[in-house]
């Protein structure tokens, strides 16, 4: 299997170790590693299959829980032009929130994953993790694991909806809709939040994302490892 790409001298070893990945380690089929150091560019290699397409410098793939990242900026952003008040009750700006003991939940405790909704009470219908109005009415309906603000336990899966319902309630836009037009776009970043139609997906990340939503039902149980 062939690496391809560019790599600065003094950083020989970290391509040594990116070959190993694939002719020693086993398990990646495909991947691609950018560094950047004071704005220069010292990596940039890719090398492997990408759903039965060969890995390229410009494959889309997945970046996972970054994207809670990227969905922080944007209330960031709105904090920062003093439309949403991150000290303020999340009832301010999504009154149906409140249901079941959430009342006092803050902005910020749904930043600092300390909202006690790390996990969903009610099963998740099919499909219904995709589905925008299923996930926020679920969240908003059902009791907190943990008084909101008094215990930290990562919202692997929730993160996105719980601040993004926040944002579009402020912003009258969806979280997707409102990272490109005020973040992605001006910045001439190529990172969505949800991938335009115009794009082919990657087959092989997709698949992974579906692995990982079959997971729910462990993520459901109070012992699970996001409340430890």
Same mark, same amino acid.
């Given at each position: 299997?062939?690496?391809?790409?560019?790599?600065?001298?003094?950083?020989?070893?970290?391509?040594? =170790?990116?070959? !190993?990945?694939?002719?020693? @380690?086993?398990?990646?089929?495909?991947?691609?590693?950018?560094?950047?150091?004071?704005? =220069?560019?010292?990596?940039?290699?890719?090398?492997? %299959?990408?759903?039965?397409?060969?890995?390229?410098?410009?494959?889309?793939?997945?970046?996972?829980?970054?994207?809670?990242?990227?969905?922080?900026?944007?209330?960031?952003?709105?904090?920062? @032009?003093?439309?949403? %008040?991150?000290?303020?009750?999340?009832? &301010? +700006?999504?009154?149906?929130?409140?249901?079941?003991?959430?009342?006092?939940?803050?902005?910020?405790?749904?930043?600092?994953?300390?909202?006690?909704?790390?996990?969903?009470?009610?099963?998740?219908?099919?499909?219904?993790?995709? %589905?925008?109005?299923?996930?926020?009415?679920?969240?908003? /309906?059902?009791?907190?694991?943990?008084?909101?603000?008094? &215990?930290?336990? +990562?919202?692997?899966?929730?993160?996105?909806?719980?601040?993004? =319902?926040?944002? !579009? &309630?402020?912003?009258?836009?969806?979280?997707?809709?409102?990272?490109?037009?005020?973040?992605?776009?001006?910045?001439?970043?190529?990172? *969505?939040?949800?991938?335009?139609?115009?794009?082919?997906?990657?087959? &092989?990340?997709?698949?992974?994302?579906?692995?990982? +939503? /079959?997971?729910?039902? +462990?993520?459901?149980?109070?012992?699970?490892? *996001?409340?430890?």
């Amino acid at each position: 299997m062939t690496v391809e790409g560019t790599c600065a001298d003094e950083f020989a070893e970290v391509r040594s =170790e990116f070959e !190993r990945n694939f002719a020693e @380690r086993g398990g990646e089929v495909g991947a691609g590693v950018h560094v950047t150091v004071d704005g =220069e560019t010292v990596v940039d290699l890719w090398g492997g %299959d990408a759903g039965g397409r060969a890995w390229t410098e410009d494959t889309i793939t997945h970046v996972w829980s970054c994207t809670k990242g990227a969905t922080a900026s944007c209330a960031h952003l709105l904090a920062s @032009r003093g439309e949403l %008040d991150l000290d303020a009750p999340v009832v &301010r +700006y999504w009154p149906e929130f409140g249901q079941n003991g959430k009342a006092g939940t803050l902005v910020r405790h749904l930043l600092a994953h300390q909202a006690g909704s790390a996990a969903l009470r009610e099963p998740v219908p099919t499909g219904g993790m995709f %589905d925008w109005g299923v996930m926020t009415e679920l969240l908003a /309906r059902q009791e907190p694991f943990w008084a909101p603000g008094t &215990r930290h336990g +990562y919202h692997a899966l929730t993160f996105g909806h719980l601040i993004g =319902e926040v944002i !579009r &309630r402020v912003a009258g836009v969806s979280l997707a809709e409102f990272f490109e037009k005020e973040v992605s776009g001006p910045l001439g970043l190529d990172f *969505w939040l949800t991938l335009p139609e115009d794009l082919e997906p990657n087959e &092989r990340g997709q698949s992974l994302v579906d692995a990982a +939503y /079959r997971t729910l039902g +462990y993520l459901q149980a109070p012992g699970g490892i *996001w409340f430890r």
